[in-house]
């Protein structure tokens, strides 16, 4: 079984496109949530993880945090046990 990625993102953004690219390359399934099309969608996201920025990304509901998080996940080798589950 893999696990469900959301990941809370823009278009325009630099750290989304860098999670986005790690994410991929782990060849997550990946949903992107773009919150610059609907103002509720950031709302949501900011309700679910308590932040304003993006990218937030949660494994399976469990929220990691944002770009600079998810790839300290990665180096600590706590992101593919993660994907995997």
Known sequence: MTAKVVMYATAWCPYC???RELLERKRADLEIIDVDRDPSLRQQ???RSGRHTV???FIDGVHV???DDLHALDA????DPLLAS
């Open 17 to 19: 496109a860098r999670a």
């Open 45 to 47: 996201m900011m309700t």
């Open 55 to 57: 990218p937030q990304i």
């Open 65 to 67: 945090g944002g770009c």
């Open 76 to 79: 600590k080798g706590g992101l």
